[in-house]
């Protein structure tokens, strides 16, 4: 069954460090999705792609955010600097089109120290 | 854009049926009601979709009164498995309505 990758599982850095994440959608999804999950909260969408245009980055905090999907397929999400309020994890999911069945990735745990 | 309301915790017991509700009353034309569970650790998983009336596959059934404004996610027979974060989600598959929330979602304990 095909999955959605992401990388690294875990990452720690400090605070105003740079950190990416990538993830790599299923094959043929054309949607996109980054969230962030607090702990004990649910997951906050950050951004969303239809293939390599962002369709809503609006709770993208833009001064440190920024993501990219130049060929439409995998993506990156990168913090600059890192603050210690972005400990989170970040999760990865794709779907075929817009709003359908999202699939989601294993996340990325990140601890900023 | 459609808020959801869920209850932030349930108990149950193995082989029991659980039902969790969701408020919607904003909800829009052409919005559809989404449910996922999640686990620790894991991304959320994709559960039920449906639209009206009554929705059901393998793992669960959605039921969905006429007014739209709530709808219920039954799952019958839990086992310890099903302990887990369940989210109701509502949102245009268009996309025509705004971002879907996932909002706080309910924790179910399942208890042997």
């Known amino acids: 069954e095909a999955e959605v990758a992401q990388s690294p599982r875990y990452k720690i850095t400090e605070k105003s460090q740079a950190v990416a994440f990538w993830c790599d959608p299923i094959?043929?999804?054309?949607?996109l999705y980054w969230y962030r999950q607090i702990l004990g909260q649910g997951p906050e969408l950050l951004v969303q792609?239809?293939?390599?245009?962002?369709?809503?980055d609006s709770q993208l905090p833009k001064d440190r955010f920024s993501a990219e999907r130049l060929k439409g397929v995998d993506s990156t999400l990168k913090i600059q600097p890192a603050e210690l309020g972005d400990s989170a994890m970040y999760l990865c999911?794709?779907?075929?089109?817009?709003?359908?069945?999202?699939?989601f990735g294993p996340g990325t745990r990140l601890t900023v120290t | 854009l459609a808020k959801t309301t869920q209850p932030i915790s349930m108990d149950s017991y193995e082989g029991q049926e659980v039902n969790i509700t969701c408020s919607h009353n904003n909800i829009a034309t052409n919005d559809y009601i989404t449910w996922y569970q999640q686990f620790p650790s894991q991304g959320p998983r994709f559960i039920i979709q449906g639209y009206k009336t009554k929705v059901t596959n393998e793992v669960a059934s959605l039921f969905i009164p006429a007014d739209r404004k709530s709808s219920t996610l039954s799952l019958p027979r839990v086992s310890l498995s099903d302990t887990a974060v369940y989210y109701c989600?509502?949102?245009?598959?268009?996309?025509?309505?705004?971002?879907?929330?996932f909002g706080q979602g309910t924790t179910l304990q399942v208890k042997p």
């Open positions: 094959s043929g999804h054309a949607t």
């Open positions: 792609f239809q293939d390599e245009s962002v369709v809503d």
């Open positions: 999911a794709s779907s075929l089109v817009d709003r359908d069945e999202q699939y």
């Open positions: 989600l509502v949102g245009d598959p268009a996309g025509n309505t705004g971002k879907l929330i």
